[in-house]
């Protein structure tokens, strides 16, 4: 039998290094606390780009792979950079540039949202993925392929099933309350 490689239904172990449009490091499984990355393929667990650029590699493969913007986080979308009342928000007085929200839709959807400016009356915050906008540069040596087993393939599934729920967009059918803001995230 020939060796693996990745393609839809495998299990993939890859050792990577993250780094922006600039060369800087943003993540790295070799770093403090970092692990290898551990997905099924074909179920959306990683950026459209960086999956689709690895159908094909086996263990043992290295390779950079550059991921733009509209194939990793998206673009930067300046509609998302909100200013909410200060009287929304859970502590008010204690509020920093950089702090994280997480807010809530009356559906339940969670935005994780980053404090960018402080204003009198209102906060502006940043509703946009820290990496949107930006060219990521992956450095990647796949670990092992091998097959993924019935249950890891019904969890991908239903990790995917779920995300997909609910996509708000022009063929959605129902009213959106302003969401409202939840608990501060621990930093």
Not at 32 to 52: A, F, I, T
């Amino acid at each position: 039998m020939a060796d693996l490689t990745i393609a839809p239904n495998t299990f993939v172990t890859l050792d990577y290094e993250l780094r922006d449009e600039d060369g800087d490091l943003l993540d790295a499984s070799e770093s403090d606390g970092g692990e290898p990355m551990r997905y099924v393929h074909g179920y959306g667990m990683l950026v459209p780009g960086l999956e689709s650029a690895l159908v094909g590699l086996g263990a043992g493969d290295e390779r950079e792979i550059i991921v733009l913007a509209e194939a990793g986080y998206g673009e930067y979308d300046e509609e998302l950079v909100l200013e909410v009342d200060r009287s929304e928000l859970p502590d008010p007085s204690k509020v920093e540039v950089g702090d994280e929200f997480v807010a809530e839709s009356p559906d339940g959807d969670e935005i994780a949202m980053t404090v960018v400016e402080i204003k009198d009356e209102v906060i502006v915050v940043d509703a946009n993925h820290p990496l949107a906008g930006m060219a990521l540069r992956y450095q990647v040596k796949v670990r092992d392929v091998r097959p993924a087993t019935d249950e890891e393939i019904e969890r991908a599934a239903a990790d995917l099933d779920e995300a997909q729920s609910h996509v708000h967009g022009p063929d959605c059918d129902h009213d959106h309350e302003p969401i409202s803001l939840g608990k501060r995230s621990a930093n």
